[in-house]
């Protein structure tokens, strides 16, 4: 079967929507209805957090879910557990998104294979650099028809796009400006000549933009540089004062897919 | 040399640089830099000179007698504690100054546990005209008033972390987060031979003056720059680095790292990474890290807020795995007790972190013709409220 991400960025070209949050977060068992609720809104791809004790790359929202979903009890091996049945009612495409320790104690090979069963289609994990995959782990990737989303930055230099582009399956991450999540930096502050930049090396990949991504303006305007974009932080803010998942989820869609 | 970072930046299965695309520029720079930089006549002229007139190096080598008498052997301490600032973290914050300048940052951030490598760097920041961000667990500015104190009156910004458990491990996870959201004017000054390559060869670089003196002083002391043994505490590592780097490939000389026990070993609060730990990736770096089945890391104890770190320099994983030195872990307890031995027989009272070297002493077997050194890293005046109320002075 073919990956799902190739699916949907062979179908759509425009205006996708990426949404990230933390499993086990607000409670530990809301992440299958946070899936199902996403995909009936019409989100295109869903990043489904895994949380770790140190996440370096996060600012204080994301941090603060992580903590909350360790302390509720969450785990790798019990998210795939809750994942388990996920393909019998989601369609769009789904990757987990986390940082390398949980999953090298898992045994990478044990999770490629455990995301192919469970219908996972790809891998964020900011802390696996592109050497340490490239000579490792690749393979079991690669054998589990997963892609690993690699992430650029307004600081990677030209010949190390080309290289990520080169090792890219499914789409590039990119990072809107020097930040952790949820830094609060507005994208029209961002070097529009970095968005420009990155347009015009015509690269083989698609791209998302993330970091910074928070309401309509913020999409739309990536939008026009991009496939599409990714919400973090500012969905796992939503959650965080949510009393009725399905409403707020439906809100907080409708509220960045279309101007008020 | 079989010691030695390999291309990669890895002692043997231990390190790499494990970043975040956000922190490769930065990482990158220093990795095809740092070495044409530290080598040259220029920086190293500067970088003695500053040692010698601002450190104030050579710190002694003492024959301390009356300890050497009670445990029937030879005890030499190589001074750290002498330096400015009372510890070695200034040998490594002095060379990151004066790398930081040469790669034209403005801008020095820093993590601190106990508030040594706060102040050493807040000081070499003072010393430069660098502007200074050190941040400190929440709880460490608390346990560590003094310190926190020294850094503002040399002008530097604390930053109290909230997250985790509001120490060592917490203020680095800052200290990354700020590299990454500044990362064109700012160096981020690492206290010890932890995080990603090339920081822990760099750090191992400048403490290595350490073990440089001491074969020197050695042989104008005993006759041979040989020792039987050097004992050194462990928490990142960067003092033991800098008391091993020179004998690494003298097999011959036995090399020691003392782990903080904490509350034992056997118990969930202690800080004895090795003794406990297992391979993981923390900090951008590979090594052995204190951690649950889940990879989830946790969170370490320890009386010395300088060794409260659930990881280790990867140099130390490395020279763990393949036997070439000894780590044992010395409790609060017997830490406390051998401060105070140390003071009332020699008048020296050392930091906590240095008595976990000291209490080592009791747990080896030692020959009366034997010359151990124990690197006594800092010294005991952070650490005077402890001690009082301890013993109840």
């Known amino acids: ?260 | 040399m079989k010691y030695d970072i390999n291309e990669k930046g890895y002692y043997g299965e231990f390190g790499g640089a494990w970043i975040p695309e956000m922190m490769f520029a930065n990482i990158d720079e220093l990795k095809r830099r740092y070495l044409e930089i530290i080598e040259s006549p220029e920086f190293r002229k500067e970088f003695d000179q500053l040692l010698k007139d601002y450190v104030g190096r050579p710190s002694p080598l003492y024959f301390a007698g009356r300890l050497s008498e009670h445990y029937g052997t030879k005890i030499y301490l190589k001074r750290e504690d002498l330096n400015h600032t009372g510890s070695h973290k200034l040998n490594n914050t002095v060379g990151q100054i004066l790398l930081a300048q040469k790669l034209g940052k403005t801008r020095i951030i820093a993590e601190t546990g106990a508030g040594q490598h706060g102040v050493a760097t807040a000081t070499v920041c003072a010393l430069k005209g660098l502007k200074c961000v050190v941040y400190m667990g929440a709880l460490d500015v608390q346990r560590q008033a003094s310190n926190v104190k020294k850094m503002k009156m040399l002008g530097a910004e604390v930053v109290p972390v909230h997250s985790g458990n509001k120490t060592l491990k917490d203020a680095t996870n800052e200290a990354m987060r700020d590299w990454i959201n500044n990362p064109e004017d700012t160096h981020y000054i690492i206290g010890s031979v932890v995080g990603p390559h090339p920081f822990p060869d760099m750090v191992a670089r400048f403490q290595s003056v350490i073990s440089k003196e001491m074969k020197i002083q050695l042989l104008e002391q005993t006759g041979s720059e040989f020792p039987t043994r050097i004992i050194a505490c462990v928490g990142g590592g960067s003092n033991a680095a800098g008391a091993f780097y020179h004998y690494l490939n003298d097999e011959q000389v036995e090399l020691i790292g003392v782990e903080a026990a904490g509350k034992g070993v056997e118990t969930s609060e202690t800080a004895a990474t090795l003794l406990v730990g297992s391979p993981g990736v923390l900090h951008a770096s590979r090594t052995m890290l204190m951690q649950n089945a889940d990879g989830q890391i946790t969170e370490p104890y320890s009386i010395s807020a300088g060794l409260d770190y659930p990881g280790i320099g990867p140099l130390h994983a490395h020279l763990f795995k393949t036997g070439r030195a000894k780590y044992i872990a010395a409790t609060d307890e017997e830490v406390l007790q051998a401060a105070l031995l140390l003071t009332q027989r020699e008048g020296i009272i050392p930091a906590l972190e240095s008595a976990h070297a000291l209490a080592a002493l009791d747990k080896i077997k030692m020959k009366p013709d034997d010359v151990n050194v124990i690197n006594l890293s800092g010294s005991g005046n952070k650490d005077m409220e402890t001690y009082l109320e301890y013993f109840g002075y």
Request: charged share 25%.
């Open chain 1, 1 to 260: 079967m073919k990956n799902r991400i190739n699916q949907l960025f062979e179908t759509k070209k425009e205006n996708i929507l990426s949404v990230y949050f933390t499993a086990g977060f607000p409670k530990l068992n809301d992440t299958i209805e946070i899936i199902q609720e996403l995909e009936k809104n019409g989100v295109d791809l869903i990043e489904i957090g895994i949380p770790f004790s140190d996440p370096t790359a996060d600012g204080p929202t994301i941090q603060h879910s992580s903590e909350t979903a360790l302390k509720n009890g969450m785990s790798l091996h019990l998210l795939f557990d809750q994942l388990k049945n996920i393909r019998q009612s989601v369609k769009i495409p789904l990757i987990l998104m986390g940082y390398f320790n949980p999953i090298m104690q898992f045994g990478v090979e044990e999770f490629c294979k455990k995301c192919k069963e469970t219908g996972i289609d790809g891998a964020i994990l900011p802390d696996l650099p592109l050497e340490e995959f490239e000579v490792q782990y690749k393979e079991h990737f690669t054998k589990n028809n997963m892609h690993n989303i690699l992430l650029i930055t307004p600081q990677t230099p030209e010949a190390r796009i080309r290289q990520i582009d080169g090792a890219s399956g499914g789409f590039i991450y990119m990072v809107s400006s020097a930040s952790t999540t949820g830094a609060g930096k507005k994208v029209e502050d961002f070097h529009q000549d970095y968005f420009e930049r990155i347009q015009q090396m015509n690269l083989r990949n698609p791209r998302l933009i993330g970091f910074g991504i928070s309401d309509h303006a913020t999409f739309a305007n990536a939008c026009k540089y991009a496939g599409g974009a990714i919400i973090g932080s500012a969905f796992v803010k939503e959650l965080q004062k949510c009393t009725e998942i399905q409403k707020c989820i439906t809100g907080f869609v409708q509220r960045v897919r279309k101007s008020d």
